[in-house]
């Protein structure tokens, strides 16, 4: 089986080595699954009632990887929720770090690219 699970948004982009949604970026088979119609401003949403986090929630449910992730940080406002649910563990960002950054660099020497820097709240 395989270790690790990415939790994909439904994006058709080509993904090139170093990406996470691209089996080439790891030495090992991982399993991708596109979550159907969630795009980033889907996912911006906070409201754990709204079918994209369902649709998250629900393969958690099914995975059995020893680790969880997703390809979407706004996904960072649900990573409690979504660790509650499973024995795996789950990162849904890597803004899940942040706090430990921020005991090592100034806000002002880390930089974040973000589709809606209000909604993700940094």
Known sequence: MNKLA?????????????DICCKKTFLRNVNIIKINNA???DIISKDQNEQHYINFKNQILLRKEDVITTSCG???????TLN???????????LCCLDEKRKVYNDD???????????LGF
């Open 84 to 94: 509650k649910l499973t024995k795996s563990d789950v990162i849904t960002s890597s």
């Open 39 to 41: 795009s980033v401003s």
């Open 74 to 80: 706004f996904t960072y406002n649900w990573q409690s």
């Open 109 to 119: 020497e880390i930089l974040i690219f973000t589709f809606d820097e209000e909604i």
């Open 6 to 18: 990415i939790l994909q948004l439904d994006t058709n982009f080509k993904r090139i080595t170093g």
